[in-house]
């Protein structure tokens, strides 16, 4: 079935770079995202990259994707303590509707 | 432009009551999504609504869990009776199209089942 799996904590000091690594199952998928929940908030997509891509770049996020492996990863760069949140890695699943989400990483980012 | 509307934010319940939830969409977008999230995991789907049909509902459990989308535009979910394993966040969320295409999915803040 489908899955998705991510490192659960990641802490990183203010300024330093953040990589936040996803793997997935469905190699049907034609679309992975990234997610952002702040506490207490619902989730905010932050960017995406289509399945035929090998990277994508927006500002300070960049999504590497390695479509052999599976392998999705979000580079946050020159962290900042307001990034400091949950961050789910997600697919679309077979039917290409709903989203799968993997169980997501919290990102600590200290002053 | 509004964001996904849902109340209440907070609910705690005994267990063996009901409960229900209520999500109004970005105007103007067909598809509407139910998502529960438990402490500590990824949102999971319960149930998809296109205008009022449903698209996929096989992860709702239907013994005690009820959605429906009158009029496609607004959107209700029931629990009948409440499990202590319910407790979570329930995220409504809505998009112009569920099709292959992508398009994004706007998420509502949730409400907080607390079942004791």
């Known amino acids: 079935g489908e899955d998705v799996e991510q490192s659960l904590f990641l802490s990183v000091r203010e300024g330093d770079s953040s990589v936040i690594n996803c793997t997935y199952t469905?190699?049907?998928?034609?679309?992975l995202y990234w997610y952002k929940q702040e506490p207490g908030a619902g989730l905010q997509l932050l960017t995406y990259?289509?399945?035929?891509?090998d990277m994508k770049q927006d500002q300070r996020l960049t999504v590497l994707l390695n479509k052999k492996d599976k392998h999705l990863s979000l580079r946050i760069a020159d962290t900042q303590t307001g990034d400091s949140a949950i961050y789910f890695c997600?697919?679309?699943?077979?039917?290409?509707?709903?989203?799968?989400f993997g169980k997501g990483t919290t990102l600590s980012v200290s002053s | 432009e509004a964001g996904v509307a849902q109340s209440p934010r907070y609910k705690i319940i005994e267990k063996r009551q009901s409960v229900a939830f209520w999500c109004n969409p970005i105007?103007?977008?067909?598809?509407l999504y139910w998502y529960q999230q438990i402490l500590g995991q990824g949102p999971k789907l319960l149930i998809q609504?296109?205008?009022?049909?449903?698209?996929?509902d096989s992860q709702l459990p239907k013994d005690r869990f009820s959605a429906e989308r009158l009029k496609g535009v607004d959107s209700t979910l029931k629990i009948q009776p409440a499990k202590l394993e319910d407790s979570a966040v329930y995220l409504c969320?809505?998009?112009?199209?569920?099709?292959?295409?992508?398009?994004?999915?706007?998420f509502g803040q949730g409400t907080r089942l607390t079942v004791v």
């Open positions: 997600a697919e679309r699943d077979q039917a290409g509707t709903a989203l799968i």
């Open positions: 609504f296109q205008n009022n049909g449903v698209v996929d």
């Open positions: 105007s103007g977008h067909a598809t």
């Open positions: 469905d190699s049907s998928s034609t679309y």
């Open positions: 990259i289509f399945s035929n891509m």
């Open positions: 969320a809505s998009s112009h199209s569920g099709g292959v295409s992508n398009t994004e999915a706007f």
